[in-house]
């Protein structure tokens, strides 16, 4: 008996948190500003999330961004 193909299982499937899904939607230029607005400590996750939420609109939490942003979220970028 031949045992059956289970390679499907064993791929390595690339995990992105939802804040990662939509900074993937954005505009080269959205990509930049929201990774410099990452570094600079003087602009708040809560009006990050609302920037990312306006310019996708898609719902996003400040926890989920607050991970990415630390790279705490478990992305494998």
Do not use: Y
Request: glycine letters at 6%; a neutral charge; charged letters at 35%.
């Amino acid at each position: 008996m031949t045992k059956p193909d289970l390679s499907e299982f064993r791929t390595n499937k690339k995990f992105v948190c939802i804040t990662g899904r939509l900074i993937a939607t954005l505009s080269t230029e959205d990509k930049d500003k929201i990774q410099a607005a990452f570094q600079e400590d003087d602009i708040s996750t809560v009006v990050i999330t609302t920037w990312l939420e306006n310019k996708t609109n898609q719902k996003a939490s400040d926890g989920s961004v607050r991970k990415h942003r630390k790279g705490e979220c478990g992305c494998d970028d």
